[in-house]
């Protein structure tokens, strides 16, 4: 295999930041024209909810293109596109954690992995500010055919990436060229890492939370504050951006630094912090009684909850072989979205239905759930570093299946 050229690496990053910012634009377009949708079928806010929850079902477990939601004429052909487009993005993401895995050293890749975070951010945005501004004038429909362009381009840019020998961003170690065979007992020793047990169950029990609140916060801003569609989704694609942004980047710095400084793992405490303090802010947003209030209260929950980005998909790569990351993460994707935020924005609405009241169903179901991520999360503090310096003695030694 041919040497990479210098600096190809931050290429590969800008691909995949690319990529991941038409993941989240094609996933929060719904949310964004959500009460248009809702008008036109007659729903309820279990059926809008179960939108939301089709997609993140089939996520879990598997990209029809974004522009059939858009000809969607009845609901059971919008919950189908919604579902079916699923597939495509699940494949990416574990193949793109393994990928930067390999071109990022461990002291740089929870900043490496933050950046990739920051295309989601400006993927929410545009999916929220665009989708609700185009809906406004054009229609619902209309919102979905913006991304069909992009989506073709970035496929190109990324069929052309060069494949990275596994183990090369390792100091010690093999390089090679496959990755292990994969079979049934893999996903059961990998379950066997306490640090990998406890960032999944964390991520799960967050994972509700972030996909009920931003399935929900356009139509909980047009209710609460009586904002119009386009005015809703803008500002809660602007809050959430910066946020999400402000959170990732600085959740992989300080959890890089520390590490460096403590000479030992700190991606886990680094979420823990932020999962606690944005159980504050969230429950503080959601009983402000102005939009003035309500803005700054949820900004600083937003940018609390992403600090663990970087960091726990950093984690989910220090202590798994190379040959076995996109395996980690498909594990961890399965078990995060079926049980956390496949049926959030479905419950939600489901208990906002049976209480009359969106904002007591958030309230009740929120805070608590970041409050158990965090405790999930302290389960892993004493094994991070043990289970990230045994996956690199046994990588050293030249094994490329977990033992």
Not at 24 to 31: E, G, H, K, T
Not at 387 to 394: P, S
Request: with cysteine.
């Amino acid at each position: 295999m041919h040497a990479m050229p210098r600096g190809y690496p931050r290429y590969v990053l800008a691909v995949m930041v690319g990529i991941n910012f038409l993941n989240y634009l094609d996933r929060y377009i719904l949310p964004a024209v959500a009460t248009k949708i809702q008008a036109e079928f007659h729903l309820t806010d279990g059926q809008v909810g179960l939108l939301g929850s089709a997609f993140l079902l089939v996520y879990a477990v598997a990209t029809i293109p974004t522009l059939f939601t858009g000809l969607a004429r009845s609901y059971a052909q919008l919950f189908a596109a919604r579902a079916v487009m699923g597939i495509g993005e699940a494949s990416y993401y574990p193949a793109g954690t393994a990928l930067l895995g390999d071109y990022f050293r461990k002291e740089g890749r929870g900043r490496a992995m933050s950046i990739w975070a920051s295309g989601t951010a400006v993927g929410i945005a545009v999916g929220f500010a665009g989708g609700g501004i185009v809906a406004s004038i054009l229609g619902w429909r209309a919102a979905f055919y913006m991304t069909a362009v992009p989506g073709l381009v970035f496929a190109v840019l990324a069929f052309g990436l060069r494949e990275p020998l596994r183990g090369a961003a390792e100091a010690r170690g093999p390089q090679i060229a496959k990755a292990a065979s994969i079979t049934w007992r893999t996903f059961a020793e990998l379950l066997r890492i306490p640090t990998l047990r406890a960032t999944i169950a964390a991520e799960t029990a967050l994972f509700f939370v972030l996909g009920g609140a931003a399935f929900w916060l356009p139509t909980y801003l047009q209710r609460r504050f009586s904002l119009g569609t386009g005015t809703a989704g803008t500002l809660a694609g602007g809050v959430l951006v910066v946020g999400l942004l402000a959170g990732s980047l600085l959740g992989g710095t300080i959890a890089d630094r520390l590490a460096v400084r403590r000479r030992a793992a700190s991606n886990l405490p680094v979420g823990i912090a932020g999962f606690v303090l944005g159980a504050v802010f969230v429950a503080l947003a959601l009983l402000m009684p102005s939009l003035v209030l309500f803005v700054p209260m949820f900004l600083l929950g937003a940018a609390c909850l992403y600090l663990y980005n970087g960091p726990y998909t950093a984690v989910k790569q220090n202590v798994v072989l190379p040959t076995v990351r996109a395996t980690a993460v498909t594990v961890a994707l399965l078990i995060e979205h079926l049980l956390g935020d496949s049926y959030a924005p479905f419950a939600i609405g489901r208990l906002s239905d049976a209480l009359h009241n969106l904002q007591l169903a958030l309230l009740i179901l929120l805070p608590p759930l970041l409050v158990l991520a965090a405790v999930f999360a302290t389960l892993g503090l004493r094994h991070e570093e043990n289970d990230g310096r045994a996956m690199e003695e046994l990588w050293a030694a030249g094994a490329t299946q977990i033992p």
